[in-house]
């Protein structure tokens, strides 16, 4: 069984932090310059980086001289991030399906498939309106998502990974809703190994069009790839979603 919140646990921990983020800042960095030079941005955007974990999207966007705020569930990840606030960089514990800024952000980002983690689609709902509500009319969104389909055929069942000295054994699964993952960490400071079962729910095109068009949300381009090729929904890794809020 997975808990109802495994996240809240689970994102708070050390070892989620070494799993995921000690891995190359350059890609990320270069994902994001690739999208900046498509969206071309004005100088004076603000920008929201929805679930900013630790905040190194947010942290490059900043460096770039736009107004950053990120928010995330985690009162580590955020407690962490302040340490880099500035002027134009701003980090909040906030829950992303509670209402937060209205009609405030040119751009709302969320990265590296920071959604998708609630019980119930009405929780997604909430969050998609969360985002909506926090961009100016004509404001951009983007969801970067896993492709279900492209994951479905290409699922890794069994996987083991060091990390600095820690080792993570991983089981995935799915089921007709939802991705699975159970994670094992095995460190020499733990007295016994610690076990997180993460669970994603199957997200389409076609779901975040609906969630979004309920928000007057259009989408507007489809990326498959973080150098913004084109999405095939068998061929591509990625989901990226950008959408546009209604001028009105």
């Known amino acids: 069984m997975v808990a109802k919140d495994w996240y809240k646990s689970?994102?708070?921990?050390?070892y989620y932090h070494k799993?995921?983020?000690?891995?190359?800042e350059a890609e990320a960095q270069r994902f994001i310059q690739k999208l900046l030079a498509h969206l071309q941005p004005p100088a004076d955007s603000r920008m929201l980086d929805v679930a900013c974990g630790r905040g190194r999207h947010a942290r490059f966007l900043a460096s770039k001289g736009f107004d950053v705020t990120g928010i995330d569930l985690?009162?580590?990840?955020?407690?962490?991030?302040?340490?880099?606030?500035?002027?134009?960089l701003h980090f909040f514990q906030h829950d992303m399906r509670l209402p937060s800024w209205i009609n405030y952000f040119d751009y709302a980002f969320n990265f590296f498939t920071s959604f998708g983690y609630f019980a119930t689609h009405r929780e997604h709902d909430d969050?998609?309106?969360t985002i909506a509500q926090s961009l100016k009319p004509a404001g951009l969104?983007?969801?970067d998502y896993l492709n279900v389909h492209y994951v479905e055929e290409r699922l890794v069942h069994d996987e083991e990974k060091k990390v600095d000295g820690t080792t993570y054994r991983i089981h995935r699964w799915d089921d007709q809703d939802f991705f699975y993952k159970c994670i094992q960490v095995e460190d020499d400071e733990l007295?016994?190994?610690l076990e997180?079962?993460?669970k994603v729910t199957k997200l389409s095109l076609g779901d975040f069009t609906e969630m979004l068009?309920?928000?007057k949300m259009q989408v507007t381009e489809v990326f498959g790839d973080y150098e913004l090729n084109g999405y095939d929904v068998k061929k591509t890794p990625r989901l990226i979603v950008m959408a546009k809020k209604s001028s009105l």
């Open 213 to 215: 068009a309920y928000q």
């Open 74 to 88: 985690s009162h580590d990840s955020i407690a962490y991030a302040k340490q880099f606030e500035t002027d134009n």
């Open 191 to 193: 007295e016994k190994p």
């Open 19 to 24: 799993l995921y983020f000690q891995r190359d």
């Open 127 to 129: 969050a998609v309106r």
């Open 196 to 198: 997180f079962t993460e």
């Open 10 to 14: 689970w994102f708070n921990s050390i």
């Open 141 to 143: 969104a983007l969801f």
